[in-house]
């Protein structure tokens, strides 16, 4: 089925409305003109989103437009991230969002691009020379929104000033832990007033006691991910701890709907009481059992209001995935993961512009479905 013309007309009419807030940040109408063609690419059916075909499909002879865009054009793709939060908070707010901490490679080949390594992407499910994007998802009934990313700089390149100026990479960039990258991003966040019912992570951000104590601090509430001997306490491990649970402690509950159906899996918490909390708050340790094979078994730290139910918890722990989903949305659908940009700045400015095509993407979604109208399935064509 094809779009309806009213439909077609709206979606037009709402990418204006991103034209519209994009336009302050570029002094001049050459690279204002060329960032809304290379947005409309990013939601076309262009195959790869590169430079070179970007540009042919917006009539360009060749790509030093788009590569200009990108490497040298006078804009801030940190004061673009910005007015996202503000877009998304616009047209995608919920209350019971979870903003969810993880990463994803971007597996390339040679030496010269920003950041890149031999390293661990779970895209490629082993260590690959790649680069690693950390990101802030936003996850909503709506669907999940990237909100923030961040570069990760391993340590070899920190440590070599040389092939840092060679990348664009500021002199003063350092190698920052992953932990400390969330921190930041989600510090950014909830300034710019986006709010979420929960924190979520996998063990790489759970591990980190400061990211915990952060989030604690601002009482917010999280479910996070931590490894199997992750201290609990003075001395015994997590999996020590779950090892002495008795059967009758453990419930089934679905972790949401998956690819083919419900997550069932059995889960069981115990209340902690290691160090004081603000009056009204609990942690938890919380384990996640499969169905099927018993001995594999996930661990988190919870912290949220003394009245939370474990149901709430599960939903909490099971929003996680989004981001997986959020991550394939936008690398089939609107070209994350198709740039040809070496350089720090070309990074950040076509992820950037990407996470606000799978934002507007994600709200044109949502407003159809408000309205009961044509069901969006694959990529635009504006």
Same mark, same amino acid.
């Given at each position: 089925?094809?779009?309806?013309?009213?439909?077609?007309?709206?979606?037009?009419?709402?990418?204006?409305?991103?034209?519209?807030?994009? !336009?302050?940040?570029f002094?001049?109408?050459? =690279?204002?003109?060329?960032?809304?063609?290379?947005?409309?690419?990013?939601?076309?059916?262009v195959e790869?989103?590169?430079?070179?075909q970007?540009?042919?499909?917006?009539?360009?002879?060749?790509?030093? #437009?788009?590569?200009?865009?990108?490497?040298?054009?006078?804009?801030?793709?940190?004061?673009?991230r910005d007015?996202?939060?503000?877009?998304?908070?616009?047209?995608?707010?919920?209350?019971?969002?979870?903003?969810?901490?993880?990463?994803?490679?971007?597996?390339?080949?040679?030496?010269? @691009?920003?950041?890149?390594? &031999?390293?661990?992407?779970?895209?490629?499910?082993?260590? !690959?020379?790649?680069?690693?994007g950390?990101?802030?998802a936003?996850?909503?009934?709506?669907? &999940?929104?990237?909100?923030?990313?961040?570069?990760y700089? &391993?340590?070899?390149? @920190?440590?070599?000033?040389?092939?840092?100026?060679e990348?664009?990479?500021?002199d003063?960039?350092? %190698?920052?832990?992953?932990?400390?990258?969330?921190?930041?991003?989600?510090?950014?966040?909830? *300034?710019?007033?986006?709010?979420?019912?929960?924190?979520?992570?996998d063990?790489?951000? +759970? #591990?980190?006691s400061?990211?915990?104590?952060?989030?604690?601090?601002?009482?917010? =509430?999280?479910?996070? *991910?931590i490894? +199997?001997?992750?201290?609990v306490?003075?001395?015994?491990? /997590?999996?020590?701890?779950?090892?002495?649970w008795?059967d009758?402690?453990w419930?089934r509950?679905s972790?949401?709907? $998956? @690819?083919? #159906?419900?997550?069932?899996?059995?889960?069981?918490?115990?209340?902690?009481?290691?160090?004081?909390?603000?009056e009204?708050?609990?942690?938890?340790?919380? /384990?996640?059992?499969?169905v099927?094979?018993?001995?594999?078994?996930?661990?988190?730290?919870?912290?949220?209001?003394? @009245?939370? %139910?474990?149901?709430?918890?599960?939903?909490?722990?099971?929003?996680?995935?989004?981001?997986?989903?959020?991550?394939?949305l936008?690398?089939?659908?609107?070209?994350?993961?198709?740039?040809?940009?070496?350089?720090?700045?070309?990074?950040?400015?076509?992820?950037?512009? !990407?996470?606000?095509?799978?934002a507007?993407? %994600?709200?044109?979604?949502?407003?159809?479905?408000?309205? $009961?109208?044509?069901?969006?399935? #694959?990529?635009?064509?504006i």
């Open positions: 089925m094809f779009p309806a013309v009213e439909d077609l007309r709206e979606w037009a009419d709402a990418l204006e409305g991103v034209a519209h807030v994009l !336009a302050p940040h002094e001049r109408a050459e =690279p204002r003109q060329r960032a809304m063609r290379y947005l409309r690419g990013l939601l076309s059916s790869r989103k590169n430079g070179w970007l540009a042919e499909w917006a009539g360009e002879t060749t790509p030093d #437009g788009m590569h200009r865009l990108l490497n040298t054009a006078h804009w801030n793709a940190d004061q673009v007015d996202l939060h503000a877009y998304i908070l616009t047209h995608l707010s919920d209350p019971q969002a979870v903003l969810v901490v993880d990463e994803t490679g971007f597996l390339k080949k040679g030496e010269k @691009s920003a950041g890149v390594a &031999p390293q661990y992407s779970g895209t490629a499910g082993k260590i !690959a020379n790649c680069q690693i950390v990101f802030v936003y996850a909503t009934a709506a669907g &999940p929104v990237l909100l923030d990313r961040e570069l700089l &391993p340590t070899v390149w @920190s440590a070599d000033r040389v092939r840092c100026q990348a664009g990479i500021p003063e960039q350092a %190698t920052i832990p992953k932990p400390t990258m969330a921190k930041q991003m989600l510090d950014r966040a909830f *300034a710019h007033g986006v709010q979420a019912a929960w924190v979520t992570g063990t790489v951000y +759970g #591990g980190d400061k990211l915990r104590m952060w989030l604690e601090g601002r009482q917010q =509430p999280y479910v996070l *991910a490894p +199997g001997n992750q201290r306490g003075l001395t015994t491990g /997590a999996a020590q701890v779950v090892a002495h008795d009758p402690i419930q509950r972790a949401g709907e $998956g @690819s083919q #159906g419900p997550r069932w899996y059995d889960w069981a918490w115990q209340a902690l009481e290691f160090r004081r909390l603000p009204g708050w609990q942690q938890w340790l919380l /384990a996640r059992r499969s099927s094979q018993p001995d594999e078994i996930a661990y988190y730290f919870v912290f949220a209001p003394a @009245s939370v %139910t474990l149901d709430e918890v599960v939903r909490a722990a099971g929003t996680r995935w989004q981001v997986e989903e959020g991550f394939e936008a690398k089939q659908e609107v070209g994350l993961d198709e740039y040809e940009v070496r350089h720090w700045q070309g990074w950040y400015r076509h992820i950037t512009l !990407a996470m606000f095509a799978l507007f993407l %994600t709200v044109i979604k949502a407003e159809a479905r408000k309205k $009961g109208r044509h069901s969006i399935k #694959g990529r635009l064509k």
